[in-house]
């Protein structure tokens, strides 16, 4: 089992930069495909970003391509999430995922889930 805290949400104003931070315990990171989703005021949570479990392979929604990086640091146990260029609809709760084996955009292949962290960009 895996507990995972995100960190890193605020209130920015658009075209400006957050990192999403999320720090895992438990059984060994480097076991674990991590995956980012977000959930919008009255919306369906939904895929943004995902890595493999060396960090090789990354994929990303086509709404955020080119302006979000994922990235992991599996000596420190933490996955990141640089947001550039934020826009209004990029306001929501994020959360960071864990599965094991390959990554997914699939919201349901995750096993464990963090608390989220609230992302506000005002226009």
């Known amino acids: 089992q895996v507990q995972l805290v995100e960190s890193g949400g605020g209130l920015v104003q658009a075209g400006d930069s957050l990192r999403l931070s999320c720090a895992a315990s438990?059984?060994?990171?480097?076991?674990?495909?991590m995956g980012w989703f977000r959930q919008g005021p009255g919306k369906e949570r939904v895929f943004v970003a995902a890595?493999?479990?060396?960090?090789?392979?990354?994929y990303y929604a086509d709404s955020v391509k080119g302006r979000f990086t994922v990235s992991r640091d599996n000596a420190r146990n933490t996955v990141y999430l640089q947001m550039n260029s934020l826009k209004a609809e990029d306001t929501a709760v994020y959360y960071c995922?864990?599965?094991?084996?390959?990554?997914?955009?699939?919201?349901?292949?995750?096993?464990?889930w963090g608390q989220g962290t609230q992302v506000t960009v005002s226009s």
């Open positions: 890595i493999g479990r060396s960090g090789a392979g990354t």
């Open positions: 995922a864990a599965k094991t084996g390959l990554l997914s955009i699939t919201r349901g292949e995750y096993d464990y």
């Open positions: 438990g059984r060994p990171f480097s076991a674990y495909a």
